[in-house]
């Protein structure tokens, strides 16, 4: 098959169809509930604090550097495979066909996010910062570009570089980036040429270099290889995905914990339970993620009622994708050789989520103590975390 756009069509199918076979698990009702009440939370605090922001709040500096971040964040998706690298090379001088398209993909799948936060920023950006529709618009226009820019720069230079050093381009990109978004905001045009003009420079740069090697296959495959990992290993927090790998990690630290299941018999699948969660790095960091989110967002959020509905939401969030992933594992355990109650592992999975949301209603007790503020309100927040956690293990039909 010489026609790599055919070939790029095929896979562009399947990789759609990937998409779509495990997003329909990721956005169930109880995600979905857990969406609105976040961006509901979100969306009312943004709001109460748009009216008494101050006047010299920084809103330019803010926001170009959030922007300058999203837009910085260019990896290309190529939708390689292993075998590219033997059956692509006797037609490397006809890969920048396939290699566009690929381009084209990257930039229309990651432009909305920048895009998405910039609408988000425009009532910060009128209201404190006193910007018009005209120079919205102009940001608007100027962050498609800087996108284009960012995603063909980043291609060029890992092209050029075998990818190595790919987070000190990033940095670079992101402080160029950075500087033409203020600078345009605060309207120093003058410095907004001379930055857009070392842009340019710096483009031409990784271009040339990208003429004077062959193609790294190895690279871009490996990239491709390890963004759709990614998104299994998020996908496997929802559903089973037969071939995904996740990566262990001893934990020496929190033997301790283990201490909550006595050596008896009947404490095997708790203990087993125990270990797979402290032991397995997706289970694991999967909650001190969403602990971290919500002892942040009940820290800054100055409204108790939204902060109660937002860690609410991440405590219902937690629950839910934990134990349905230490519920649905099918792989052999010694522990099946064994006569054991049928329930133990239901019984043993609903105790440990106890004890660890238990941790998270403590951690959020904490920030409410360190706020100082001794109200009522404030510690309703720890005491919903840990009844929302227990409604969901109670009503959760599995």
């Known amino acids: 098959m010489n026609n790599l756009r055919e070939i790029w069509g095929k896979r562009f199918v399947y990789y759609i169809n990937e998409l779509q076979k495990y997003l329909k698990y990721i956005f169930t009702g109880h995600i979905a509930i857990v969406i609105v009440f976040v961006l509901g939370a979100g969306g009312y605090t943004y709001s109460e604090w748009l009216n008494t922001a101050p006047k010299d709040f920084p809103a330019f500096l803010v926001v170009a550097f959030i922007l300058s971040i999203l837009l910085a964040m260019s990896t290309p998706a190529t939708l390689m495979k292993h075998a590219d690298s033997v059956y692509f090379l006797p037609l490397e001088t006809k890969l920048k066909e396939y290699l566009k398209l690929a381009l084209r993909w990257t930039y229309f799948s990651s432009i909305f996010l920048s895009l998405a936060i910039f609408v988000v920023t425009i009532p910060l950006l009128t209201k404190v910062a006193g910007a018009t529709k005209e120079e919205i618009l102009s940001f608007f226009v100027f962050i498609l570009v800087m996108k284009y820019w960012s995603i063909h720069t980043e291609f060029n230079y890992r092209f050029a570089s075998n990818g190595k050093s790919v987070w000190m381009d990033r940095f670079i990109r992101f402080l160029l980036l950075f500087a033409a978004l203020y600078f345009l905001m605060s309207g120093n045009y003058l410095f907004l040429i001379a930055i857009v003009v070392i842009q340019l420079i710096y483009t031409i740069v990784w ?38 790998r996740g990566m262990t990690k001893r934990r020496k630290w929190l033997d301790v914990i283990y201490n909550i299941a006595p050596y008896v018999q009947k404490n095997s699948q708790l203990y087993l339970v125990m270990r797979t969660f402290i032991r397995t790095n997706d289970y694991f960091y999967l909650w001190v993620r969403l602990t971290a989110i919500s002892v942040i967002g009940v820290y800054f959020i100055p409204f108790p009622i939204v902060a109660v509905i937002f860690s609410s939401a991440l ?84």
Do not use: C
């Not at 040339?208 to 998020?234: L, N």
């Not at 050789?337 to 007790?365: E, S, T």
């Open 207 to 244: 271009q040339r270099k990208k003429s004077e090697v062959p193609f790294p296959f190895d690279h871009f495959i490996e990239v491709e290889q390890s963004r759709m990992m990614r998104f299994y290993r998020f996908a496997n927090y929802f559903t089973d995905v037969p071939h995904i």
């Open 315 to 398: 405590a219902f969030a937690t629950v839910v994708q934990l134990r349905h992933a230490l519920l649905s594992g099918h792989e052999f355990r010694m522990d099946q050789l064994f006569p054991v109650d049928p329930n133990a592992r239901k019984w043993a999975v609903n105790k440990l989520m106890r004890v660890i949301q238990f941790v998270q209603a403590v951690l959020v007790l904490i920030v409410v103590l360190v706020q100082g503020e001794f109200t009522l309100q404030l510690f309703f927040i720890p005491l919903a975390v840990y009844i929302v956690s227990e409604l969901t293990i109670r009503m959760s039909k599995k």
